[in-house]
C-alpha cells in the first residue's frame, strides 16, 4: 500500500528550524509542514504590514527557506506553510528572491490568497450579514477600529496547487492543519466526500501542527525522563485509509508514546466526537493509539461526517493598551510589604484621578499564575515581586503610573529592589464570527511563479 | 487525594475559552477520574478564575476527560492583563484538585 512520510517543521512564529533541518537530513519525509499562525501572530503582522507595505508575512521566512531550499532540490521535498500571514504574495517575492541567491531554478511556487475578508465587511454589512460573536451571539460593532479580519480557509486550494506541480505552497490564514491533510488529500486522491480519510488526516495535521508537543515537548508526566536536546518534531506516515503512525527521526531527542501523543490529541479541542474544521468534522471519540514500536505509534479509528456549512472569520481590533511595572520586596513579611505597595499605588491613581478601565495586582511567586487558586505565601517567603498592570484608552495618561512607583523606596515599606518597568502594549480583541462558506471561496486564488532554468 | 497522583493533564486556549484534558496515568484510574472530577467540581475548583461555564466530553479509549471552561482568560491572550494570558497553567492548576 502507498504512504508518503510528512514532517512537522514549525509550530509557530519564531519557532527554531533544528527541527525540520533535522527531520529534512534523517527523516526520509515526501513534504514539510509548517503552521506559523497563531491568533495574535496575525496581529502582529497587520501591525507589520500597516508599516511596510512588503511586510505582513513571518520575518523567519528568510532564514527558514534559507535552510530548507536546498532539500527541495536535492531530496524532492516540498514545502507547505502558513507563513505568508497578511502578505502571501510578498512571501513568495521573499521566497523567490532568497532560492535566486541560492543559485536554486525550476522552482515552483504557489501562493493562495482569498483568506483576508477585511475588504468585504462594508459589503457584507450592507447586504445585512451576520456577524454575531461566534460564542456569545453579540452583535457585531463595525465602529471599532479593525487591524485584520481572515476566513480559515481549507485544504482543497493547496491540493489544487499540488495537482498544479507546486514544490512550494504558501497561504494565509488557513485552519492550522490545513498545511499537513493537504498532502495526503492529493497524493491520495482523496474525493471531497471522504469523509473517514480527512478526518484521519486532519487529526495527523492536528498532531503534527504544534511541533514537539507531541514528542515530549510540554508533556505534564515524566517530562524529567525527557532528553530536550536537539527534539524530533514528528513525523507522520500515513497510508490511502487515512491511518497514520506518528514518530521521530531516529537519534533525535523527546519521546512518541501512547501519553505524549494523548496529551496533544486533546490539546486545544471542545467536544471531542465534533472537532470542526472547514474541510470535514472529525469524531476523535472513539480513537485508537497504539505502540508498534518504541517512538512509534499508530493512530485509528477516527470518524468523519460532512465539512461545516460555514466558516470562521477572526477578527482583531484595537482595545486600550496597558502598563506595567513590577517591583520586589524581601523577607521578612515580603508579601505584606508588596500588598501594602499596593494599597498606596491604587490610592494614588484614585487621588491623582488618572483613567484607568482596569487595576491588576499580581504576587509573582504567590498567585500570578495561579491567582485566586494559588494557596497563601508561608511567612518565611524569601521575596515576592509585585506586578503592577493598568489598563486603559488614553496612552498619556496610563504613563503617569510607573512614574508613581519609584518614590515609594524612599517613601513605602523597606526592602524594595528591582524595580522593572515595561513599555505601553496596545491590546487586542478578537472578534470570531462564522460566514457562509459560499461567500469566501469564490475569493479563493491560487498565483504561480517559477524560477525557470539559467541559461548558461 | 491529589488529581496530580494518578493524571497528566494539558491545556490550550482558544480566544476567551480554555480547554483541559485530564488523563489517567494508569487506565484502572480512569474510572475514578470519571466518577469525581465532574464539570461541576471543576467549575468549583476554578471559582474566581473562570467566569462561565464548564462542559466536560468523555473519551474512554484514551482515559480521557476533557473540559471546556468559558470566559476563563480574562478576555482572552491579546486582551487579558494576566501573566498567564494563554492560560498554559490551567492543567497543573486542574492537578491540585483534591477528589477525597
Keep these: 500500500?502507498?504512504?508518503?512520510?510528512?514532517?512537522?517543521?514549525?509550530?509557530?512564529?519564531?519557532?527554531?528550524?533544528?527541527?525540520?533541518?533535522?527531520?529534512?537530513?534523517?527523516?526520509?519525509?515526501?513534504?514539510?509542514?509548517?503552521?506559523?499562525?497563531?491568533?495574535?501572530?496575525?496581529?502582529?503582522?497587520?501591525?507589520?504590514?500597516?508599516?511596510?507595505?512588503?511586510?505582513?508575512?513571518?520575518?523567519?521566512?528568510?532564514?527558514?527557506?534559507?535552510?530548507?531550499?536546498?532539500?527541495?532540490?536535492?531530496?524532492?521535498?516540498?514545502?507547505?506553510?502558513?507563513?505568508?500571514?497578511?502578505?502571501?504574495?510578498?512571501?513568495?517575492?521573499?521566497?523567490?528572491?532568497?532560492?535566486?541567491?541560492?543559485?536554486?531554478?525550476?522552482?515552483?511556487?504557489?501562493?493562495?490568497?482569498?483568506?483576508?475578508?477585511?475588504?468585504?465587511?462594508?459589503?457584507?454589512?450592507?447586504?445585512?450579514?451576520?456577524?454575531?460573536?461566534?460564542?456569545?451571539?453579540?452583535?457585531?460593532?463595525?465602529e471599532r477600529e479593525y487591524l485584520f479580519a481572515n476566513a480559515y480557509l481549507g485544504v482543497w486550494p493547496i491540493v489544487e496547487a499540488l495537482q498544479q506541480g507546486a514544490d512550494i505552497v504558501i497561504t494565509g490564514r488557513t485552519t492550522d492543519s490545513a498545511q499537513f491533510l493537504a498532502p495526503a488529500a492529493f497524493e491520495f486522491g482523496w474525493k471531497k466526500d471522504q469523509w473517514n480519510q480527512l478526518a484521519h488526516g486532519i487529526v495527523m495535521g492536528h498532531l503534527l501542527e504544534c511541533s514537539a508537543q507531541s514528542t515530549g515537548g510540554n508533556y505534564s508526566g515524566n517530562w524529567e525522563e525527557i532528553d530536550f536536546n536537539q527534539i524530533g518534531y514528528p513525523i507522520a506516515e500515513i497510508d490511502e485509509t487515512g491511518t497514520f503512525v506518528v514518530s521521530k527521526a531516529d537519534g533525535s531527542g523527546g519521546l512518541v508514546s501512547f501519553d505524549t501523543v494523548r496529551e496533544q490529541l486533546l490539546y486545544e479541542i471542545h467536544d471531542p466526537a465534533n472537532y470542526i474544521t472547514p474541510d470535514v468534522v472529525a469524531d476523535l471519540s472513539h480513537v485508537q493509539l497504539e505502540e508498534v514500536a518504541k517512538n512509534e505509534i499508530r493512530v485509528s479509528n477516527v470518524f468523519g461526517k460532512p465539512a461545516p456549512e460555514r466558516l470562521k472569520v477572526v477578527m482583531g481590533y484595537t482595545n486600550g493598551y496597558m502598563i506595567q511595572t513590577l517591583i520586589g520586596y524581601s523577607w521578612p513579611h515580603a508579601f505584606n510589604k508588596a500588598r501594602r505597595a499596593a494599597q498606596i499605588i491604587e490610592q494614588q491613581v484614585r487621588d491623582k484621578k488618572i483613567p484607568v478601565d482596569e487595576l491588576h495586582f499580581d504576587y509573582l511567586g504567590y498567585n500570578s499564575l495561579h491567582g485566586p487558586l494559588a494557596t497563601p505565601p508561608d511567612d518565611s517567603i524569601n521575596e515576592i515581586y509585585l506586578r503592577l498592570v493598568a489598563r486603559g484608552?488614553?496612552?498619556?495618561?496610563?504613563?503617569?503610573?510607573?512614574?508613581?512607583?519609584?518614590?515609594?523606596?524612599?517613601?513605602?515599606?523597606?526592602?524594595?529592589?528591582?524595580?522593572?518597568?515595561?513599555?505601553?502594549?496596545q491590546l487586542l480583541g478578537m472578534w470570531a464570527t462564522l460566514v457562509d462558506r459560499t461567500i469566501i471561496e469564490p475569493q479563493v486564488e491560487i498565483h504561480f511563479e517559477t524560477i525557470a532554468q539559467e541559461v548558461s | 487525594m491529589k488529581l496530580v497522583e494518578i493524571a497528566n493533564a494539558r491545556c490550550g486556549d482558544k480566544g476567551n475559552k480554555v480547554n483541559i484534558a485530564l488523563f489517567a496515568k494508569d487506565p484502572k484510574d480512569y474510572k475514578l477520574l470519571h466518577e469525581h472530577v465532574t464539570a461541576e467540581k471543576v467549575a468549583q475548583h476554578f471559582q474566581g478564575l473562570v467566569k462561565g461555564e464548564v462542559v466536560r466530553y468523555e473519551v474512554p479509549s484514551i482515559y480521557g476527560l476533557n473540559f471546556v471552561l468559558s470566559d476563563a482568560l480574562a478576555g482572552g491572550g491579546s486582551a487579558s492583563l494576566r501573566v498567564d494570558n494563554l492560560g498554559k497553567c490551567f492543567a497543573s492548576n486542574l492537578l491540585r484538585m483534591s477528589i477525597f
Excluded at chain 1, 396 to 413: D, E, F, K, Y
Design chain 1, 1 to 142: 500500500m502507498k504512504k508518503i512520510r510528512i514532517g512537522a517543521a514549525q509550530g509557530f512564529y519564531g519557532d527554531t528550524i533544528e527541527g525540520a533541518l533535522y527531520t529534512a537530513k534523517y527523516g526520509d519525509v515526501d513534504y514539510l509542514c509548517f503552521d506559523c499562525l497563531a491568533e495574535l501572530t496575525m496581529a502582529i503582522l497587520a501591525k507589520d504590514k500597516a508599516k511596510d507595505d512588503q511586510s505582513g508575512y513571518t520575518k523567519d521566512l528568510s532564514n527558514t527557506m534559507k535552510a530548507l531550499l536546498p532539500f527541495v532540490k536535492e531530496k524532492g521535498i516540498k514545502l507547505l506553510t502558513n507563513a505568508g500571514g497578511v502578505n502571501p504574495m510578498a512571501a513568495k517575492d521573499e521566497i523567490i528572491r532568497v532560492a535566486k541567491s541560492l543559485g536554486i531554478s525550476e522552482l515552483k511556487v504557489a501562493v493562495i490568497t482569498g483568506d483576508d475578508v477585511m475588504p468585504n465587511l462594508p459589503q457584507w454589512q450592507q447586504q445585512g450579514i451576520s456577524l454575531a460573536h461566534i460564542d456569545s451571539g453579540e452583535v457585531f460593532n463595525a
Design chain 1, 393 to 425: 484608552n488614553d496612552k498619556r495618561m496610563l504613563n503617569l503610573i510607573p512614574r508613581l512607583v519609584p518614590p515609594l523606596a524612599l517613601n513605602g515599606p523597606p526592602s524594595l529592589g528591582g524595580l522593572i518597568n515595561l513599555a505601553p502594549r
